[in-house]
């Protein structure tokens, strides 16, 4: 580390210690060699707690900001980011926070103590996923759910906090491919644009198609929308 150390965690069954603090990375090491095994960067601000999660190859930091990030042991990628949205006086920061492997929650507190249970998603249950590769994905904040697009032309609709598909709707450009998606600024309009310039505006809770944009002649790709 660069600045202060704020908070460090033992793993007993992969054998390193992670370490936080003011300059906003989480640090891997080998307390055996002392050398820096990786390092876990995408904070914005200070981090002030680091748990680490044997049992699921998982390492939790918790920012200054309250952000909390979810981290893979295995590949050191980031796999879920959330914040902590309440106001807490005096001060509006996450003070403290534990893992409970009983009840497999993490523990955070600052006035109040406040669980954040462990959820695991079952695609097997959600129906039919994606047969193809994934192109675009975007939230929709409105109604608290995920569209996603494939290079096989068919968008998904899925909620959040189940992880479940409540729509799906196929072949929406044809044989083209989904280059590029984008909501209206309501976000209650889905915009889907195609490898051959081909827009189409869609209401995405049936699949109804309100509007197609075709360019005269066939255009190129439509990369942003």
């Not at 965690?9 to 210690?17: E, R």
């Not at 680490?52 to 952000?67: A, H, M, P, T, Y």
């Not at 081909?198 to 198609?209: A, E, R």
Request: charged share 20%; with cysteine.
């Amino acid at each position: 580390h660069t600045k202060g150390v704020y908070s460090f965690d033992w793993s007993p069954s992969f054998k390193f210690i992670a370490s936080c603090g003011l300059d906003r990375n989480v640090l891997l090491w080998n307390p055996f060699s002392a050398k820096l095994m990786g390092t876990l960067i995408g904070h914005s601000a200070s981090i002030q707690e680091v748990v680490i999660i044997d049992r699921e190859n998982q390492i939790l930091s918790i920012g200054v900001d309250k952000v909390v990030k979810v981290w893979d042991i295995r590949n050191h990628k980031c796999i879920q980011t959330f914040v902590d949205k309440d106001y807490y006086r005096p001060e509006n920061r996450i003070s403290a926070a534990v893992y409970d492997k009983v009840r497999r929650q993490l523990l955070t507190a600052s006035i109040a103590l406040k669980a954040w249970p462990l959820k695991n998603w079952d695609l097997s249950r959600s129906g039919q996923c994606h047969g193809d590769a994934v192109t675009c994905a975007l939230y929709n904040q409105n109604f608290h759910q995920v569209v996603s697009g494939d290079q096989s032309s068919n968008v998904c609709v899925w909620e959040v906090d189940s992880g479940r598909m409540r729509f799906r709707f196929g072949g929406v450009h044809g044989a083209a491919k989904i280059t590029s998606m984008g909501f209206d600024k309501a976000g209650r309009r889905l915009l889907t644009g195609t490898h051959d310039g081909v827009v189409k505006v869609w209401n995405f809770s049936n699949g109804c198609c309100l509007k197609e944009l075709r360019p005269h002649p066939p255009g190129d790709e439509v990369t942003s929308i």
